[in-house]
């Protein structure tokens, strides 16, 4: 065989077995010693006691812990193919049956084996058995634990006995030094930081294992009041680090403003007065403003922005509106250039569906200044998007945008090293206590009052067996000229099975009421067919809009005033109060049907009936958070800010206030050695990760 000058390319080397454990690891979030001490138990079993087999048949329900030796192992198909394993000890036996089970536990349970199985006490035609026990293979000699078992959050790759074998080695690398003095731990009644890591971790047996799982214990409440602290330092630290810069001084209040106030068709509430002052008073100041401004649907946030951006205008400077679905941009494009443009500003609409040239010529008039308001979505914060001179920045929704993108468009404003002012907006109403200990570095703005006129919507619970009901009352509901929705439900596992669901249930509709109008949009139709459907939906021309839940902000259409949600056990309550409140904005009755598929769930039940209950956003957030907890409320948090752990702000309230109390005296150096304590303590808890915070 002739001889070739080719080389085979290189083989990657497989990852070793630590290597696959730290990336899995890391995918926790743990990467340091430090981030693994801090990875506390979520549980703890109690594997300090054996009870013998004939004890433990009398005590069915409980989960107990026995040990004996395999006297049969058997794979058996009655009904279904599962491994039952027989154990016994002096006393009796007890059955261990697994219905999903690898091949490899048939050779490690063989007759004679000695096993230590923990689980619930079950009672079956065949006796007592335990039904998938955890398990240990044992000698006689074996110990029993002198201290209760920790059970960590866990992920693919990373098993019990892993993580307990990091972090003890982790515990024999860090720093413990207490970053709180004697006297401020005698102050707040805390226990030293390391003793209180210790026994999270490796629990006493007299330990009152109640206090553990409730974390009430002294320990845990250590573990919440240092998370606290750390997450308050680092908020009111950003809070300073803003104010410490300059932004463009917005003062002028001037003719565009006057004549914009004048020619509104409406007056303001009283509540959009409040929250006017408060962000001109905000603009006008020397220092970059950094305000959410929340209030429920259909509150009229729309305007305090508008008149906002008139502010920055008559002030000489640009303002940007990012929203984050092209269906709410041009929402919010028609209503504003509907105000703004007989005056005579420049407002421009930028989007990514725009063809090039529409682009070029936009990008062209946000660079010049000629394009004086401009409203679009992430296309705004493109590279090639650069703003003569940016004072004001808008954020609909601004939960939907991580920080690295509000950064984003915010630094596109630098202008003579002057940051812009940011005004962001929800239509989810933030509890106070949420406010409080997520926000604390913004200044909040809410408009607790709806406009006069609005009519109540009235929601009611139907079970889908009742669809033709429902299908009539859409009917008759168009027959008096009004218009309805149909929401299709929320599929998480599959967007190609909810845009079936979608297609097919508007085919139905249209067979259902054929003298109807039916159209149908979707998150996977191209940006300009969505918008010349929802115009004619708009417009009239379309009776019956069948969608997914693209329409869950933005939309206006006075004259639709029935909702359907289909399978609205599937929703939050935060998503069902945003799609409710797409009706109910013009002066008919307005009504929305959650149709729901039984049975019912405890959740499921719980949401439904919060939400033919009240349609108060405040108490429905409130009643969002009780339900499922801060990280859940919040949706998918931006990148890098601080969730708690371990806090919990319903019942800790206690801490929340104490810790903020510490962090503003730290910060205010009021106390002892205040600047190595603040250092200190956000390099054990935040590990750098505050700098996301300052956005």
């Not at 410490?244 to 007056?267: I, M, N, T, W």
């Not at 601004?398 to 596109?412: A, E, P, Y």
Request: hydrophobic share 40%; proline share 5%; with cysteine.
């Amino acid at each position: 065989m002739p001889a070739t000058n080719k080389t085979l390319p290189p083989t990657k080397a497989k990852p070793t077995a630590a290597g696959k454990l730290a990336a899995s690891l890391a995918k926790l979030g743990l990467h340091s010693p430090m981030d693994m001490v801090l990875h506390l138990p979520m549980r703890y079993v109690d594997e300090t006691q054996i009870m013998s087999m004939q004890q433990a048949a009398l005590l069915g329900g409980r989960m107990l812990q026995v040990e004996g030796v395999v006297t049969e192992c058997d794979v058996q198909y009655r009904p279904r193919r599962q491994l039952v394993v027989t154990i016994a000890d002096d006393a009796g036996q007890m059955v261990l049956r697994f219905v999903n089970f690898y091949g490899s536990q048939i050779t490690q349970l063989a007759v004679g084996t000695r096993v230590r199985a923990r689980a619930e006490i079950r009672h079956g035609f065949f006796g007592s058995e335990m039904v998938h026990p955890d398990y240990k293979i044992v000698n006689q000699s074996t110990p029993l634990p002198t201290q209760l078992t920790p059970v960590y959050p866990s992920g693919t790759g990373v098993s019990q006995a892993s993580l307990r074998r990091e972090i003890h080695t982790a515990m024999q690398h860090i720093d413990w030094h207490d970053t709180l003095s004697d006297n401020l731990r005698s102050q707040y009644g805390l226990l030293e930081f390391e003793a209180a890591v210790k026994c999270l971790h490796h629990p006493p047996a007299d330990v009152d294992e109640s206090s553990l799982e409730d974390r009430s214990h002294d320990a845990w409440r250590r573990m919440k009041f240092d998370e606290l602290l750390a997450q308050q330092l680092s908020l009111q630290r950003a809070q300073a680090a803003r104010r410490s810069k300059s932004a463009p001084s917005l003062d002028c209040v001037g003719q565009l403003s006057e004549r914009f106030l004048q020619q509104l068709p409406f007056a303001l509430t009283s509540a959009q007065q409040r929250v006017l002052a408060e962000i001109r008073r905000d603009i006008a100041a020397p220092h970059p403003m950094q305000r959410l401004l929340q209030g429920d649907v259909g509150c009229g946030k729309t305007i305090i922005a508008a008149l906002a951006a008139a502010q920055a205008i008559d002030s000489g400077y640009q303002a940007a509106l990012m929203a984050p679905t092209e269906i709410l941009a041009d929402q919010h494009f028609r209503k504003i250039a509907g105000w703004l443009e007989p005056l005579g500003i420049g407002v421009v609409w930028l989007t990514g569906s725009l063809k090039k040239k529409e682009k070029q010529a936009a990008r062209e008039q946000i660079l010049s200044g000629q394009a004086q308001l401009i409203i679009g979505t992430h296309a705004l914060i493109q590279e090639d998007v650069q703003f003569a001179r940016l004072g004001l920045v808008l954020i609909d929704e601004q939960h939907r945008f991580g920080v690295d993108q509000r950064l984003t468009l915010r630094n596109k404003g630098n202008h003579h090293q002057l940051v812009p002012h940011q005004l962001m907006m929800t239509a989810t109403p933030i509890p106070r206590t949420l406010a409080m200990t997520y926000y604390a570095d913004l200044e909040i703005s809410v408009i607790d009052e709806l406009p006069p006129g609005r009519t109540p919507i009235m929601t009611r619970v139907i079970d889908q067996e009742r669809r033709g009901e429902v299908i009539e009352r859409v009917g008759a509901a168009t027959a008096e000229g009004r218009q309805a929705y149909w929401v299709c439900p929320l599929i998480e596992e599959s967007e190609a099975l909810q845009l079936q669901t979608a297609t097919d249930t508007c085919a139905m509709l249209q067979q259902a009421l054929p003298h109807l109008q039916v159209g149908l949009v979707h998150g996977r139709m191209k940006p300009a067919e969505k918008q010349a459907i929802m115009a004619d939906f708009i417009a009239g021309h379309t009776q019956l809009l069948v969608a997914t839940t693209v329409i869950e902000v933005g939309v206006d259409v006075p004259n639709a005033s029935l909702m359907v949600i289909e399978h609205a056990e599937r929703f939050g309550l935060s998503q069902l109060h945003q799609l409710r409140g797409r009706v109910g904005r013009g002066t008919a009755a307005s009504v929305c049907l959650l149709m729901y598929q039984g049975p019912l769930g405890g959740v499921a039940k719980q949401r439904l009936m919060t939400m033919r209950a009240s349609t108060d956003g405040f108490e429905i957030a409130r009643k969002d958070l009780e339900i499922r907890g801060p990280g859940e409320f919040l949706g998918a948090r931006q990148a890098g800010q601080a969730m708690l752990r371990f806090a919990d702000l319903e019942t800790d309230q206690e801490l929340v206030d104490q810790a903020r109390a510490l962090a503003q005296a730290l910060l205010a150096h009021t106390l002892p050695d205040s600047e190595n304590i603040v250092s200190a303590h956000l390099q054990r808890w935040m590990n750098h990760r505050e700098e996301y915070l300052k956005v």
